[in-house]
């Protein structure tokens, strides 16, 4: 739709399963060769299989893993570096606020975002000084594939909402952003709650 809109090739499509970590880095090169370069990357993969409360399943906790930390590292260092030679270029990690505390429902989907704004947070802290921007985005409940159907969901946005407000966050270069804002003060209340309080909450 979005090369018959313009007219010419601005769109491609690369199929690629984020937990074949090791194809990443040439998958870069080829898609940056193939756009004549990067300027804005947004790392949009996820996975949140449900969890029973007394569930522990290695295998799920695994996919969250690769899927939510490390198949972002893998594509986001090869981004990072070619951005940093270049001195130049925006990169987007697109967390939840499920990564601000540690949720008895999911504890390692809540682990894998951590990771991954701590991942974020020290990426801009190396490239910061060279000209590279690095946003964290940390949205609330989208309407997307992995929250279809599940239950107790509030303040849902349409993933083309979200779009909307993290293309603008991305270009204004902010730190970090959630999506909507509301979940900002929402969060803020969420992190100061003492531990032995938050633990009887149920969250």
């Given amino acids: 739709e979005i090369n018959d809109a313009a007219g010419e090739e601005r769109a491609i499509a690369v199929a690629h399963d ?14 940056a060769r193939r756009l004549g370069g990067l300027d804005l990357v947004i790392y949009a993969a996820g996975a949140m ?13 695994r996919e969250m893993i690769e899927v939510n930390l490390i198949g972002a590292v893998a594509w986001l260092n090869p981004v990072a570096e070619r951005m940093a030679r270049l001195g130049r270029g925006t990169i987007v990690g697109i967390g939840s606020v ?14 894998s975002k951590a990771g991954f704004h701590a991942y974020l947070e020290a990426l801009r802290n190396r490239v910061a000084k060279i000209g590279v921007k ?5 949205p609330g409940f989208v309407d997307t594939a992995m929250t279809r159907g599940k239950e107790g969901l509030f303040w ?18 902010v730190v970090t952003a959630y999506v909507p804002a509301r979940w900002r003060m929402v969060m803020t209340i969420v992190r100061s709650i003492p531990s032995f309080i938050f633990s009887k909450l149920g969250f």
Avoid: F, H, M, W
């Fill in 18 to 31: 984020v937990r074949a970590a090791d194809e990443a880095p040439d998958l870069v090169q080829e898609i």
């Fill in 49 to 61: 299989p449900a969890v029973a409360v007394d569930e522990y399943d290695t295998a799920k906790d």
């Fill in 98 to 111: 499920a990564g601000d505390r540690g949720r008895a429902p999911n504890p390692v989907y809540c682990t």
């Fill in 134 to 138: 690095v946003v964290t985005i940390k």
């Fill in 156 to 173: 849902v946005i349409s993933a083309d909402r979200a779009a909307e407000i993290i293309l603008k966050k991305a270009r204004r270069g």
